[in-house]
């Protein structure tokens, strides 16, 4: 029996209730009414002590990238990506990266293959431990979800929009 008529046969096995809930999953949403990914405000973050305020998309993308890798201060460029398991990955690999987790790690081993860069940006196992490596690191970059976001880090403008403002990119 194919895959399609298996899974055709677990979905048509269950209740109404789990059949709203896969519907839902397949199309990027809960069951519990969260909202879509697409829709998640991810804010760009940098330690409270750089002097960055705003960047245009093409910029974050710069620096996501490691195309950019000082700061005007001189301090290096420390990208932190969030992990796996939350929307501001999905958003980022979207928006900035345009490229899936697959493609971006098959870039990164490129670019240290032909020695344009010696490491790939770090990944933060848990929101948490992002933050607190933002608060701790001056050169450090992320991204996070704007309802995350601590007083110990400073959000950056993205093409002048802070998230939550109309026509704001990273969303």
């Known amino acids: 029996m194919a895959l399609w008529q298996q899974l055709r046969r ?15 999953w397949l199309l990027g949403a809960t069951a519990y009414g969260q909202q879509p990914i697409e829709q998640v405000d991810v804010a ?7 002097e960055l305020t705003a960047l245009t998309l093409d910029q974050a993308r710069a620096l996501f990238n490691l195309k950019k890798r000082f700061w005007s201060n001189g301090k290096s460029v420390q990208v932190i990506l969030p992990s796996r398991e939350v929307p501001e990955r999905a958003v980022l690999l979207d928006k900035v990266y345009g490229l899936s987790a697959e493609q971006l790690a098959a870039k990164w081993r490129q670019r240290i293959f032909a020695g344009e860069i010696i490491t790939v940006p770090t990944g933060a196992p848990s929101r948490e431990f992002l933050l607190h490596a933002v608060e ?3 050169g450090a970059i992320s991204a996070v979800s704007a309802s995350a976001v601590s007083g110990k880090v400073r959000v950056i403008r ?5 998230p939550g403002e109309s026509g704001y990119p990273l969303r």
Request: net charge neutral; aromatic share 4%; charged share 15%.
């Open 10 to 24: 677990v979905v048509y096995a269950t209740t109404p209730l789990v059949r709203v809930a896969l519907i839902a």
């Open 44 to 50: 760009i973050i940098v330690h409270a002590d750089n």
């Open 158 to 162: 993205l093409d002048g929009k802070l």
């Open 136 to 138: 701790s690191n001056i």
